[in-house]
């Protein structure tokens, strides 16, 4: 769906239609966490990217400077809890390096914004020995 003004086409805009729906981006993130396993009380790099939908190259292109929380759901629990924020690169490229004491399951979650919808990532889990 394009919005076209002036005779130019305004693909990287939302789009608002009649009756007020606005039309969001679709957003995705990506997890990697390593290294697997892991010694406890030593780092765990999480890596991943924030991409969105891009209307124009009908592709998914890197959405930098958004923060996106990195969480871990504890194994056998059912609650994840947020361990930090970041702020992905100017490409979207995400990075966090953190203190592993337990075993879980890693994820990102972007909150959106007023033109891209939220996005979780996949889990990954990491065995903490």
């Known amino acids: 769906m394009y919005l076209i003004a002036n005779g130019h086409f305004k693909g990287e805009e939302y789009i608002t239609v009649p009756g007020g729906v606005q039309v969001k981006r679709a957003a995705r993130v990506s997890i990697d966490a390593a ?4 010694t406890k009380g030593k780092a765990i790099t999480v890596n ?6 891009d209307w124009v190259k009908h592709t998914y292109t890197g959405y930098g400077s958004q923060y996106v929380k990195l ?13 930090k924020t970041v702020k992905a690169s100017t490409t979207g490229a995400l990075d966090a390096t953190v203190t592993a004491s ?6 990102w979650v972007f909150g959106g914004t007023s033109t ?10 990491v065995d903490v020995r």
Not at 35 to 38: A, D, G
């Open 71 to 83: 969480q871990l759901r504890t194994a056998g629990s059912t609650a994840c809890t947020t361990v």
């Open 116 to 125: 891209t919808g939220t996005a979780v990532s996949g889990g990954d889990y």
């Open 48 to 53: 991943g990217s924030l991409t969105r939908a």
């Open 35 to 38: 290294p697997e396993p892991l």
């Open 102 to 107: 337990v075993d879980g399951t890693w994820r």
